[in-house]
């Protein structure tokens, strides 16, 4: 069974940065693409980033292209999102995701694991 743990979130200013960082344990962590979604309060589960099995393929929202960077290290068993020039309107729980299927991962309704969430509050 996989269980994904991510930690980072938190509280900052309009114009900075955070990184979340999310770890996979259970399973073979190279066998799965990887994700982060982020639902903000009264609004449906979004997509923010994927990126494939072995790192060569990413994916980005429009609203976060050039401001967000998915990574992931397969050392470390652990998929990063760096946020930079963080808005008001990033602010929501993000959640990772994984999934052995790429077009499974990209879907939120067909994504297999998913993390508890961690709550970004982007001040203004």
């Known amino acids: 069974q996989v269980q994904l743990v991510e930690s980072g979130g938190g509280l900052v200013q309009a114009g900075g940065s955070l990184r979340l960082s999310c770890a996979l344990s259970?399973?073979?962590?190279?066998?799965?693409?990887m994700a982060w979604f982020r639902q903000a309060p009264g609004k449906e589960r979004e997509l923010v980033a994927a990126?494939?099995?072995?790192?060569?393929?990413?994916t980005y929202a429009d609203s976060v292209k050039g401001r967000f960077t998915i990574s992931r290290e397969k050392a470390e068993d652990t998929v990063y999102l760096q946020m930079n020039s963080l808005k008001p309107e990033d602010t929501a729980v993000y959640y990772c995701?994984?999934?052995?299927?790429?077009?499974?991962?990209?879907?939120?309704?067909?994504?297999?694991?998913w993390g508890k969430g961690a709550l970004v509050t982007v001040a203004s």
């Open positions: 259970g399973r073979t962590f190279a066998t799965y693409a």
């Open positions: 995701a994984a999934d052995q299927n790429w077009f499974n991962i990209v879907t939120p309704s067909r994504v297999s694991y």
């Open positions: 990126v494939s099995r072995g790192g060569s393929s990413t």
